[in-house]
């Protein structure tokens, strides 16, 4: 019996993971408005559309520049998956198993902000080193996007000194980097003390 509840649980753990890829295509696929892709999209649409919609009914998760909705919908697929692949793994659950998914799941929003914002630095460094037309509406999404993280990450590393485009928007990418796998490694160790607790 155990063993059928410990595979179900993993067979779940891999249906969240797949959904948790098709959403994450689907945020992307909407960066490129216009662009026709045809009945595989639309096939996309139909899988995803409801369970983002869903999300997008929360007016605190929307702003004037940012949809954060996509964001939280992730953030409950990527709990549900570390419930599911917890359960499967372990069997049971205790309050450290409990205490390292919430604490999971925190790193998992704050996880995906951060591989988030590295992917919009490097596509404006890719930009600027490239020459490109940052006049198109693409572009002008990954500024207005880009722009504060760069404003705050610079204001905090080199205060009220000022520094040219490139070596700012360096230092930026750098600490985002840095943060995400300096907090990926201490994450896990705390995350393994916190499984291995007996209660």
Excluded: E, H
């Excluded at 059928?4 to 960066?31: A, E, H, V």
């Excluded at 559309?49 to 869903?54: A, E, H, Q």
């Excluded at 949809?67 to 659950?93: E, K, M, Q, R």
């Amino acid at each position: 019996m155990q063993n059928m509840i410990q595979l179900s649980m993993n067979i779940l753990g891999g249906i969240t993971w797949i959904y948790t890829l098709l959403i994450f295509i689907r945020i992307l696929l909407t960066w490129f408005s216009g662009t026709r892709y045809g009945k595989p999209y639309n096939i996309l649409c139909a899988l995803t559309d409801p369970y983002l919609n869903w999300f997008r009914r929360f007016s605190f998760l929307q702003t004037r520049v940012f949809d954060l909705s996509p964001i939280a919908a992730l953030a409950v697929l990527s709990l549900a998956n570390n419930v599911f692949t917890t359960l499967g793994n372990y069997g049971s659950i205790t309050a450290g198993i409990i205490l390292a998914l919430a604490l999971s799941a925190l790193w998992s929003a704050a996880s995906f902000l951060l591989g988030f914002f590295i992917l919009i630095l490097v596509l404006r460094l890719f930009a600027y080193l490239t020459n490109r037309n940052i006049y198109g509406p693409f572009w002008q999404i990954i500024d207005v996007i880009s722009q504060p993280v760069l404003y705050r990450i610079n204001r905090i590393i080199f205060r009220k000194r000022l520094v040219n485009y490139l070596t700012g928007l360096l230092s930026s990418l750098g600490i985002l980097v840095l943060l995400r796998i300096g907090l990926g490694i201490i994450l896990n160790r705390v995350l393994t003390l916190l499984i291995t607790l007996p209660l």
